[in-house]
């Protein structure tokens, strides 16, 4: 009997790439296999478009893809599928750049869709959020200046002694707008959503376009910014290197993203692992 149509999920850093941030051709060749058998295949990423959608054409998707943590639904080719996005009011947005001026953070960082805007220059962050200076300009100077929409996501780097209190300060003053997550060490930055925003909300309208039940959609993860998506999947899978809490709220724990976990997964569950050589 045939397999039911399922809708694959599959997050990038930390899971579907390696350490060196590339995808093994095994893996590519399993998810080709399976989107030609009629599955259906989607990233969601906390990356920016401009960050992911050299994974999206290397795998050669024509699917929906979920960017910025949720807070960016969109069809790269299909203009006509539409768009959602989340952002965080302006207004707000220029109070926490207030309050990140008044602790002193060291550097702020705005995404408005694909637009990036930048504090203060930093080559580290530049190196990673502009890997083509003409290709992909990072706006550079006073944010609060520079910032003219609605931003999709920010980044705070506060002090490393601070981020605690900044955490606690923006929570407190916008409890029913805004969502904080503290990256943790060594990152120490904070990202800041709309209240509400995550992978699974975007999930679960890309489930209801392709009218795929939960018990068939298989989700991949390894960070804290999966949980809700791990949650809301019929089958979740951390990864082995993913953090303690995405592993206990996942149905199965497969092997690490330099291990090929994700293929491994598949092609155990799907049982083609003896069509991929």
Same mark, same amino acid.
């Given at each position: ?12 850093? !930390?899971?579907? $790439?390696?350490?060196? =941030? ?5 893996? =590519? ?32 998707? #024509? ?6 943590? !949720? ?118 930055? $904070?990202?800041?959503?709309?209240? !509400? ?5 975007? $999930? ?36 082995? #290197? ?14 690490? #993203?330099?291990?090929? !976990? ?16």
């Amino acid at each position: 009997m045939r397999m039911r149509q399922h809708l694959i999920v599959l997050d990038l850093d !930390g899971t579907l $790439l390696s350490t060196e =941030k590339e995808i093994v051709p095994k893996t =590519k060749m399993l998810i080709k296999k399976l989107i030609s058998i009629g599955h259906i295949v989607v990233i969601a990423t906390g990356r920016s478009y401009r960050m992911s959608n050299f994974y999206y054409d290397y795998l050669n998707l #024509n699917t929906p893809m979920i960017n910025s943590n !949720g807070a960016l639904l969109h069809h790269p080719r299909d203009i006509n599928w539409g768009t959602y996005h989340q952002p965080i009011n302006r207004e707000y947005a220029y109070d926490i750049i207030d309050m990140s001026y008044a602790s002193q953070s060291k550097n702020i960082l705005a995404k408005v869709i694909d637009s990036i805007y930048l504090d203060q220059h930093d080559e580290r962050i530049l190196n990673f959020y502009q890997p083509n200076k003409l290709v992909d300009p990072v706006i550079i100077g006073r944010i609060k200046d520079k910032l003219k929409a609605d931003p999709t996501i920010m980044l705070i780097y506060p002090n490393d002694s601070q981020i605690d209190q900044l955490a606690n300060k923006f929570k407190s003053y916008l409890p029913d707008s805004i969502q904080i997550r503290n990256w943790g060490p060594p990152f120490f930055i $904070l990202e800041v959503m709309r209240k !509400g925003m995550n992978k699974a909300a975007a $999930l679960k309208k890309i489930a209801e376009f392709y009218k795929i039940p939960k018990e068939h959609i298989i989700a991949f993860g390894d960070e804290n910014n999966d949980i809700e998506m791990i949650d809301y999947a019929g089958i979740g899978v951390a990864m082995e #290197n993913g953090s303690d809490e995405l592993q206990k709220v996942a149905n199965y724990v497969t092997d690490t #993203n330099n291990n090929e !976990g994700v293929r491994k997964f598949l092609e155990s569950y799907f049982k083609i692992n003896h069509i991929i050589t």
